[in-house]
């Protein structure tokens, strides 16, 4: 294990309210005592590292300026929250971080007052400041009370679409709120597109106007003893860039490039906006992510998310992997593909790395397309790909793909464009928790007329059926596969396209007939094989396509079989409702059928590993053979 840091004054610290009575200087080395903690941390836990390094000074300036949890502290995406959790109360916790029933990833309001507003997708955070302060001016309440709202956003988030509506109803509202760009041009991977040029620009341009209000009378408006280090700071607020700004166009003070790193820069700035601010005013700091730890640093994504790694070298402590990930295995053929077709091309929303387009961007450039945390303009944009006559993978977690429903609905599937919908982290995703589960995509996918809807039951079944999505031109089609590595199957050289439409029965038997969709179907036969052990011996079939489905497959196990039970990975509404649907139309129960389907539970799972969380679920190998002993009413059938 790693040897733990060295913290007296992090040591002192219970809870914000223990830093107001620290002196500037001491409130600097708390900082580095707080980077020094939350690296060995997360060595211990893994999880994001860079993101939060990069906020160790901001956080630490924020808590001993404002009073939360009166004062809406509210991170945004907040995978950089964990130096927040340390100094909230958190910190004799903070290395079950994302483990069962340990801390969450990410802010959580059922964990602590001080994490006022939870978060994991990005963009949110401003229209949720927006929404405490104008709470705050009603007379509203809660149990901490009503003060100041303050969001930190990073350049990466503020290129959603979201991110602006918020900022320009604050614009117009006029309400005090405290906007605070962390901006570290880097998000996941390096931020793409015009904002980020723009950000580029004003931290380069010559200052073109002294900062006014802020600068004026600030130093006056401290305590003595912070007088000293305001002196300084009031130099620095001479040289900013303030005015003509698009944040100012949108109604907001504009401050800034500061250097987010710069306690005393960033102390008397703060105690500044706190005394003066009127209306809503955005401060633009310049971090850099992984800040204060070299191997972070050096890393392209700049310690992004890392697993357990040692503190001294930074090498990651990972398991040997068997079997190649489901997400590599879509991005080595999805590539093959393309170098035969040249209309295949590809987008993805600032996750070129995690979705597997990094060869794809690597090898054919103008061929793919990273359009930053933008995931409703990056599948209407791949509509209108698909009207030109490209053959768009619209590449994108399922829980990212959520963001872009109502586009999916109007810009692809009522249009009935050729859009291929290729769906990572499919399922239960392990430490992330229930805000990156891909829960809800089969549901809200397979009720869409025109639409395709597939599920890999292993990397090989993905190869065929990204093959399959490049062939099917005659309107939109999904796919989805999980997080993490496949089976361990033997690979084809290249994908076959699949039959739409069409499932495979993998195992014959009788009495019983499990029907999976997706990668349940390793499960399956798990439970095949110890319900055998039982005497009875069910027929196992993999579904393929949730829509259409293979009605004539499943009418016969409906009509060859006492039961038949569904296995999915993903919310009620899904695969299994449409087999139900099916069943009752043709009339299958009255024949009296039973029926079952398994799917993940109505509620939001915690993180923990994929295997605690498919525990929970119900949906491991021991919860279907008890599930087909249930239905048929007995507890072990012994062998004839």
């Known amino acids: 294990m790693n040897d733990r840091p060295n913290t007296p004054l992090l040591d002192q610290v219970a809870s914000p309210a223990d830093m107001k009575r620290l002196s500037d200087a001491e409130l600097g080395t708390l900082a580095n005592e707080l980077r020094a903690e939350t690296i060995s941390a997360v060595s211990e836990t893994g999880g994001h590292l860079g993101a939060g390094l990069g906020v160790v000074e901001l956080t630490v300036a924020l808590h001993a300026v404002f009073d939360a949890p009166k004062d809406k502290i509210i991170w945004d995406v907040s995978h950089q929250s964990y130096p927040h959790k340390i100094l909230t109360g958190r910190r004799d916790r903070i290395r079950t971080l994302r483990k069962r029933g340990g801390l969450s990833g990410f802010t959580k309001r059922s964990e602590s007052p001080y994490d006022c507003f939870g978060a994991a997708h990005s963009s949110t955070s401003i229209s949720a400041a927006l929404g405490f302060a104008v709470a705050r001016d009603l007379g509203g309440n809660c149990p901490e009370g009503l003060g100041d709202a303050i969001a930190i956003i990073g350049d990466g988030a503020m290129s959603a679409g979201m991110a602006f509506e918020a900022m320009n109803n604050a614009g117009h509202l006029g309400k005090r709120l405290i906007v605070i760009l ?10 793409v597109g015009a904002l980020s040029g723009y950000l580029n620009r004003l931290y380069a341009e010559e200052p073109f106007q002294e900062l006014k209000a802020a600068a004026k009378g600030a130093v006056s408006l401290m305590p003595p003893f912070f007088q000293e280090g305001a002196k300084r700071a009031k130099e620095m607020l001479k040289g900013m860039t303030v005015g003509g700004t698009l944040f100012e166009e949108l109604g907001f003070s504009y401050i800034g490039p500061i250097d987010g790193h710069d306690m005393d820069q960033l102390l008397p700035l703060l105690r500044t906006v706190k005394a003066r601010a009127t209306g809503p005013i955005l401060i633009h700091a310049i971090t850099k992510k992984g800040k204060g730890y070299a191997p972070a640093e050096a890393r392209d994504d700049k310690g992004h998310a890392t697993a357990k790694f040692d503190v001294v070298t930074g090498k990651q402590v990972k398991t040997p992997s068997n079997a190649p990930s489901y997400t590599s295995v879509f991005g080595d053929e999805l590539v093959r593909l393309a170098a035969e077709d040249d209309k295949i091309c590809a987008v993805t929303a600032a996750m070129p790395s995690g979705t597997g387009l990094d060869l794809m961007a690597e090898r054919y450039p103008s061929r793919c397309f990273d359009v930053s945390i933008a995931e409703q303009h990056g599948v209407t944009f791949c509509g209108a790909l698909a009207a030109g006559g490209m053959k768009p993978f619209c590449t994108m977690y399922s829980t990212f793909l959520q963001r872009g429903y109502d586009q999916i609905v109007h810009d692809v599937a009522l249009q009935n ?44 079944e993905l190869k065929h059926m990204v093959a399959t999505a490049a062939a099917h031109d005659s309107g939109p089609i999904a796919f989805r596969y999980p997080r993490g590595e496949g089976v361990g199957v033997d690979l084809p050289v290249r994908g076959m396209a699949l039959e739409i439409g069409k499932g495979r029965v993998v195992r014959e038997g009788a009495r019983v007939a499990l029907l999976s969709f997706g990668t349940r179907l390793a499960e399956a036969e798990k439970a095949a094989e110890q319900l055998a052990a039982k005497g009875i011996t069910p027929t196992v079939a993999d579904a393929r396509f949730a829509k259409p489905l293979d009605r004539d497959m499943i009418l016969r196990l409906a009509a060859e079989h006492e039961v038949l039970i569904t296995l999915e990975e993903g919310a009620v509404g899904g695969f299994g ?8 139309e043709e009339g299958a129960f009255d024949a009296g059928l039973k029926f079952r389907s398994m799917v993940l539970p109505d509620w939001f799972i915690d993180q923990g590993s994929p295997a605690e969380m498919y525990a929970e679920a119900g949906l491991e190998a021991e919860h279907i053979v008890a599930k087909v002993l249930g239905v048929l009413g007995v507890a072990q059938v012994k062998r004839a």
Not at 429 to 454: K, R
Request: aromatic fraction near 4%; avoid cysteine.
């Open 417 to 460: 464009l050729p859009v291929r919908f290729a769906i990572d982290r499919a399922g239960l995703v392990g430490a992330d928790g229930a805000t990156h589960a891909g829960s809800y995509d089969i549901a809200f996918l397979a009720n869409l007329p025109n639409m395709v809807v597939m599920a890999a039951a292993d990397e090989a």
């Open 182 to 191: 962390n901006d570290n041009d880097m998000s996941i991977a390096p931020p």
């Open 577 to 584: 409702s449409h087999v139900a649907q099916l069943l009752a």
